[in-house]
């Protein structure tokens, strides 16, 4: 009678799983697809087969696979838990969940950037999470004010220099790129990303609109070509001579000095990295971070999965692999971020801030002409 009554369960939760898949796949078009995954899931019988694990959590990312799964093989090594992890573009992922609603499998999402976490949240997709473990790793600035998400790695948007056109002291703070000594010598990625979004959303927040968006047209003032291209590209457009000066995230540059591509090596070795405002406000930082999803079926699962990767464990991996540094204190960052200058000043903006200005940040773009 028992085995009886476990095998009814599974059943049932196999059925349940069924009808959240083709509700899904009927709201998004996927019909064909997810009809061959209910074939799968059938096949499998009452005992279920990986997606039917006892513990698990289904994880959307929209950071790359090769950016989280080490550490997410890791957490089931640990733990026993499953990790089913669906990779995206964040916009996308986002809009998944909002038309799955609470048919979602998702039980957390995982994205880059605090203006994302933050409209997330605005779209009702998080729930509040209640954990010592996040709180003490996790400095107040860097997590949701109600707990609904948590940044679990940071990043500077720094300024990156040529060796040779560029001089020691030229160059110290954000507001500089608007001097007329560095017009058509400025590579900048387009207003339409999200780290260009949330820098000039910082600047909202410290100055004000008008200041903000005075900066912004002395920018497009300076260009030395149209915005195109993600952060490594206007690395490799400062090594080729195309700009003397360009603004990137700090990792893509440890990622570079790092590579296999000699190509990449060789461009990564034409620049320096400069920090700026040291001596005020501090260079803008931002995060990765994650929130559990409204509907999560696997709750527990995904609180667990967060608290590891605010684990010390975690955190140096994403500062040893990634170039990226911790968000928890007395992680060493990897030696080519400390070979920059570390520790340096950091904005200590509240992380919201980047969110509750993005609307203001991109309109002040497309006023200035920022394309």
């Not at 090594?77 to 998944?96: P, S, Y």
């Not at 692999?321 to 030696?335: A, D, F, L, R, T």
Request: glycine share 8%; aromatic share 8%.
């Amino acid at each position: 009678m028992e085995g009886f009554l476990i095998s009814s369960r599974g059943f049932l939760l196999q059925l349940q799983m069924i009808i959240i898949i083709m509700r899904s796949a009927i709201l998004r078009g996927c019909v064909m697809k997810r009809w061959l995954m209910v074939f799968a899931l059938i096949v499998a019988g009452p005992s279920g087969g990986p997606l039917m694990a006892a513990e698990q959590v289904n994880l959307y990312s929209a950071r790359k696979e090769s950016l989280i799964k080490p550490l997410l093989e890791r957490f089931t090594a640990e733990t026993g838990i499953e990790v089913n992890l669906v990779t995206g573009k964040a916009a996308a992922l986002q809009k998944r969940l909002e038309v799955e609603g609470r048919n979602t499998p998702a039980d957390l999402l995982l994205t880059s950037d605090a203006g994302r976490l933050y409209l997330a949240k605005r779209a009702g997709l998080f729930q509040a999470v209640e954990s010592k473990v996040l709180v003490q790793a996790i400095p107040a600035h860097l997590r949701d004010g109600e707990n609904q998400w948590f940044g679990l790695s940071k990043r500077a948007r720094i300024i990156v220099h040529s060796k040779r056109r560029v001089k020691p002291g030229e160059l110290s703070r954000y507001e500089d790129l608007t001097d007329s000594r560095w017009k058509g010598r400025i590579c900048i990625r387009s207003s339409g990303n999200i780290y260009n979004q949330s820098l000039l959303a910082s600047m909202v927040a410290h100055f004000g609109e008008p200041a903000a968006e005075r900066w912004a047209a002395g920018v497009v003032a300076n260009l030395a070509r149209p915005p195109r291209g993600n952060d490594r590209a206007q690395i490799k457009a400062v090594a080729l001579g195309e700009c003397d000066v360009a603004v990137v995230n700090s990792y893509y540059l440890g990622k570079m000095q790092n590579a296999r591509d000699p190509a990449e090596r060789a461009a990564a070795a034409q620049v320096v990295p400069l920090f700026p405002n040291q001596a005020d406000r501090g260079t803008h930082v931002n995060i990765s971070g994650a929130g559990v999803i409204r509907h999560a079926r696997n709750r527990e699962n995904a609180v667990k999965l967060l608290e590891f990767l605010v684990s010390d464990e975690a955190q140096r991996w994403y500062a040893a692999s990634n170039h990226e540094y911790p968000v928890k204190s007395g992680i060493p960052v990897s030696e080519t971020v400390a070979a920059w200058g570390y520790p340096f000043k950091e904005d200590g903006l509240d992380m919201g801030e980047l969110g509750r200005h993005n609307v203001a940040a991109v309109k002040i773009f497309d006023r200035v002409g920022w394309r």
